[in-house]
């Protein structure tokens, strides 16, 4: 049955590979996206394939993400320095995530109609889009989380086949590896521990317990060992707004992420028409995991673990968290609108209804244009035609021109991350103070061999660093200028700036 299956469903997979090739040529972006968290993937990622271990671009052991990400680009970071091949791979894990959505749904009775409209909704939704086009690692969770209910659907009944089937063994396994991923995905790994307690798979749930619990203990022994803190989001949990943070998700966050057409404000009070708009959506996503079989208390509890764990943050960040979440979300949001409509038509007798209604979802994707506010596929595409702003460009050319000169040379900076990935040279931020005894002693310490003078934006460097560097001119000597706007190069002569402090003390 399962090979009548598979061969049946490759026209409808070939299909979906033809839009996804339509849709990420479409908006492929070669760029390093600008903000610093997809920098420090690739470092990390290029401490582990230059046998660093999990480091940042120094060597100096992290935790600042989980490792998981980091990992999975390890294998092409070996190959390659490429961003375009490691943006290609997050493409890769988002049409695999979208194949094993279109079998899960198979799986349940859905007709490959049905799973092939969600599958196209998915790969056309632009918040989706917007990550998978990053070095970021909503896709490879998005990916790891299709797997993990892949896997959950096809357990078998029977209680002697369960613990010998590979694929519960192999759930469990991406259980711990998705929480490296993202540690939001302890959400799903509580579901799955649950939906087994439902099932009466009382083993089932201890082992998954105890499984979690042994994967975790490298990471954790690796941490305790280093002196290094365990997570950096235990800083960020904040229980004073968890109310206005859940009405948030669900009135605001996850309509716009589902459809980016929807207008949402996060400055303003939701009106009634958002408010009843919300809640209308959100028990259809309710009602489709309730009729996706046994998937139904999975879904139904990682959706509500999910908003849970975001609503704990103290910068929930609108839509972002909810990401991984979208592909099972829009799944939902189908299934539940496709049964209503499919039990109406039947009264009514007729079959055009169901997909009448997610046809026009599905146009009401493509045609939106929206505004500059809004992420859609035609602002990826514009996006992606885009050069950087002349001031990242010329804080770039003034990184490969040093790295020509000095592959080696520090320098201090306000975004070293950036000018890590996009030209090679390692950078630290300096001292951010209006002492400046103490940011030379700082730079001293760091080793820093230059200084580089950006107009990126950045309050702190004209605050802290630009002054220092005007009263010194004896210890920070400029070496090169790119105009328009004007980016600077200093030496940092470190030994005359000992000699400076000396004299001061």
Known sequence: MTQTITKNNYPWIAGLAVVALLVFSYIFNEKPDLNGDNCYYYANATSLAHGDGYSDMFGNPTTNFPPGYPLLMTPLRLLTSSIVAQKVLNLIFLFVAVVLLFDILVRNGYKRSLAFATGVTVLVTPHILEFSTMMMSEASCICCLALIAWLYVRLPDDEAAFWRTPCF???????????????????VVGAVVVAFLFER??????????????????????????????????????FSNIAANIKMLIVQAIPESIFPFVNVSYNDTPGAFLWAFAVIWFLLIIYGFWRMGRLRWPLIIYLLGTIAIISIINTPSRYRYMTTALPFLTAGLFVGIYSLAERYAKHKKTELLPWTLLGLLCIA???QKGDDTKHTIWGLNKQAKMEYPANFRNYFILGKQLYRYDKNAIVATRKPEL????????GKHFLETNDQAKL????????????VLEQLGFLATYRYLLPCVEQNPEFFKPVANIPNPDTYLIYFDRKKAQEWLDRRK
């Open 419 to 426: 000018l890590y990935v996009n030209s090679g040279i390692r």
């Open 440 to 451: 030379v002693e700082d730079l001293i310490k760091k080793n820093i061999d230059f200084v």
């Open 201 to 238: 798979r009382l083993r089932a749930s201890l082992a998954t317990v105890v499984a979690f619990v042994i994967g975790m203990l490298p990471w954790i022994v690796r941490n305790e060992v280093l002196g290094l803190n365990q997570s950096r989001y235990v800083s960020q949990i904040d």
């Open 365 to 367: 994707l493509l045609v």
């Open 169 to 187: 063994y192999l759930l469990l396994l991406s259980l711990v590896f998705v929480y490296y991923i993202r540690t939001q995905a302890l959400a």
